[in-house]
């Protein structure tokens, strides 16, 4: 993951959260549980951060420059965190979000001047889905010979380096390197992975776990 620009503006205040002792958990089970404080990021999530790195990586390879426009599908918290950072790098963002997203997400992302285009809930296979119209959209716009990237934050190996690169090491350095398991729940994945890249590099003694309920897919592609 390389990226050439500086951390200026909302970019310097991305990343660098604290970690919290979870006094009631640590003192039943008699481990040091600590919970990293991801909510402090700007945009509420740690999606600020999976904004961050797909937005630099884009720009940085020239798929997308400074006025240009970058498309994505999301459930809300990583429209967000796009749209923070793409006002602050000249970027104007497109989001395609399902209709049974909550209306506090929906005014967040009209206030922070996204363009945003609701769609049924339908699966993913469906060529109605938020993600599927996202990726058509931007196939759309680009043939007609418009600056539109599609930043399909759910294949995109930025998502994945990006959290192996800078999210991990931050942790690492604030446990002193002392970590017995690492447990968060999943999105796109990107997280996750970049951690467990990280740590079976780093610490391979490390249990690495995703939180995920039956009848999830993550749980379905593990299980089944």
């Known amino acids: 993951m390389k990226t ?7 970019l310097a205040l991305i990343g660098h959260t604290p970690l919290l ?9 008699g481990c040091e549980i600590l919970a990293k404080a991801e909510f402090m990021n700007p945009g ?13 990586d884009a720009i940085a390879r020239g798929a997308v ?16 965190g796009l ?7 000249g970027v104007a963002t497109t989001i395609f979000m399902a209709e049974t997203q909550t209306p506090e997400k929906q005014r967040s992302l009209r ?19 938020y993600v599927r119209q996202a990726e058509a959209f931007a196939a759309s716009e680009n043939a007609a010979g418009r600056d539109v990237h599609y930043l399909n934050q759910w294949d995109n190996p930025a998502n994945r380096e990006g959290h192996r690169d800078v ?13 017995d398991g690492f447990v968060m729940a999943v999105g796109t994945g990107g997280t996750l992975a970049g951690f467990s890249e990280f740590l079976k590099a780093t610490a391979p003694q490390c249990v690495v776990a ?4 039956p009848g999830a897919s993550v749980y379905h592609w593990v299980n089944d």
Not at 4 to 9: C, M, N, Q, Y
Not at 45 to 51: E, H, L, N, V, Y
Not at 83 to 89: C, I, K, Q, S
Not at 167 to 179: H, I, K, N, S, Y
């Open 65 to 80: 420059s400074r006025g240009g426009r970058v498309v994505e599908g999301t459930g809300g918290n990583t429209g967000i």
């Open 4 to 10: 050439a620009l500086p951390r200026t503006g909302v």
């Open 111 to 129: 206030m922070l001047g996204v363009d945003l285009r609701l769609t049924p809930a339908v699966p993913f296979a469906n060529p109605l889905n």
């Open 83 to 89: 749209a923070m950072v793409g006002a602050a790098l």
């Open 44 to 56: 509420g999530s740690i999606k600020d951060r999976t904004a961050a790195f797909l937005l630099q």
């Open 167 to 179: 999210t991990a090491p931050e942790l690492w350095a604030q446990v002193d390197g002392r970590l």
């Open 21 to 29: 002792r979870l006094g009631f958990a640590s003192e039943e089970t």
């Open 210 to 213: 995703a939180a995920d309920p």
